[in-house]
């Protein structure tokens, strides 16, 4: 049989050597390797200050964006939380009423919309549900919080200030919108 | 009589400071000297160059809760990381840290207590040391903590053979059992250690049991008794029990340096004394100095092993004391009578 790395090694059991029974010599050996390796350079990141780059598709916090007005774009149609495998995702449908045309994009817009961050597995089939463009995951880790309560996180965690855009670029490619434009695509079909 | 009372007083409380200071910087450099070898950075946030690290892990260890099992025999089980901090804290009275310094017009002389049968007193006091395992595994009515406890004991008894012949092949050699006389004989001429190298590997390994330490760490073994005998152990007493171990460390690296590698004497010290003009006092802090640092030599030693060498198994670790060291150390013996009656030492 072809090996699948060349690395392989006979295993031999043969009597040990006196001086492999002294054990010494090969703690000698090991002592040495250790003392070797105490001047080598530390693998470690040093976390807060120094930040790894991460992969341009790492999937991290949730965003709901807003459109180029301000105005957000989910419609709580609820296809994401239909298509999300971890049922993390809840809300509530409102009617938007006359004057808030600045405020939704959509006749109809979520009230409330939570994600439980504990029960995400970051997946990203939410975003690849989206209708509306309007939930991306980004790059952005999800922190600690000492109680349960505080993983569930509100629209008032998840849109994004108007001010203060996040960018989604390195997941909305031009592959992706395409890919959304293609309404034999059942799920871009609203 | 009065200043010579009150100097044993100051050098016992020093004796107790420094003891404690070393362990908790050595728990430090444990963890650092680990990071090191295994290309990590350790602790570094606590302070500068993390040096509070040590403080941070005790006040962790005051606030954590105090658990006491209910099946526990609450007694003991409170006894026993007394007895083992407490031992660990007495041998240190007989290591002779330094030779005379003049204080007051008086001469006094760095050592606590110099004993006739110091080394008697030393080895008695570390065999103590395992009663506090001993007790606190057996009063947690804990299997794992049992199981522990009969292996800290069985590994003690049969290291503790090995090491006293090793001592007795030095004692031989020195003619003495006063730790002063042996840490001055080796002043001018040659350490210890050269006369008796099989002596100094034999009692070398068999520290290592003694303490507990990796390899030998049966008696904790994480992986297999998840602690071992303080498995049931939770705050400071837990602390107390870890603290122990490294103050043990200090100790018998104090032991080691003063048995075999001339104490607190280093090669031509009265010629670096005349050279650089030392009075008595001086010339003994630049002794205890050396002292001091073969002492970390060592420490640091112990910890290198640690972080190189795999833990033995319960059935090696027993083949290699009664087969190995015993037979070795009693052909130690052998070798060093028959050297020592040829150089007409004895008749
Ligand atoms: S990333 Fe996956 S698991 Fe998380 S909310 Fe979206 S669909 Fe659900
Ligand atoms: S799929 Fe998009 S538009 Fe529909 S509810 Fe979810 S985020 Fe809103």
Known sequence: ?190 | MEAGLLFKIILVVAMFAVSLLVAMYSTFLERKVSAWMQNRKGPNRAGPLGLLQPLADGVKMFMKEEIIPNVSNKALFIIGPCVAMTTALMAGALIPWGGDIELWGRTFTLQVADLNIGVLYIFGITSLGVYGIMIGGWASNNKYSLMGAIRASAQMISYEIAMGLAIIALIMSTGTMSLKEIADQQDAGLANFVYQPLGFLIFLICAFAELNRAPFDMPESESELIGGYHTEYSSMKLGLFLFAEYINMFISSAVIVTFYFGGYHFPFQNEINEALGLSTTMATALGTGIMFLKVFFFIFFFMWIRWTLPRFRYDQLMRLGWKSLIPLAILNILVTGVVMWMNGKIN
């Open chain 1, 1 to 190: 049989m072809q090996p699948l790395t060349n690395r392989s090694k006979q295993v031999v059991k043969k009597e040990m050597t006196f001086a492999e029974k002294l054990y010494l010599p090969a703690i000698f050996g090991g002592m040495i390797i250790t003392f070797k390796n105490m001047f080598r350079k530390s693998a470690t990141v040093q976390y807060p200050e120094v930040k790894r780059d991460m992969s341009p598709n790492f999937r991290g916090q949730h965003v709901l964006k807003r459109d180029e007005n301000g105005a957000e774009r989910c419609t709580a149609c609820g296809l994401c939380a239909v298509a999300c495998p971890a049922e993390a995702i809840t809300m509530n449908a409102a009617e938007r009423k006359k004057g808030e045309e600045g405020l939704y994009r959509e006749e109809k817009y979520a009230a409330n919309y939570e994600i439980n961050m504990l029960r995400c597995i970051f997946c990203g089939l939410c975003e690849d549900a989206c209708p509306k463009e309007a939930i991306f995951l980004t790059d952005r880790i999800v922190p600690t919080e000492f109680d349960r309560d505080d993983f569930v996180y509100g629209k008032d965690k998840l849109v994004e200030k108007v001010n203060e855009r996040i960018d989604v670029t390195k997941r909305q490619t031009p592959e992706v919108l395409e890919f959304k434009k293609n309404k034999s695509l059942s799920h871009n079909k609203i």
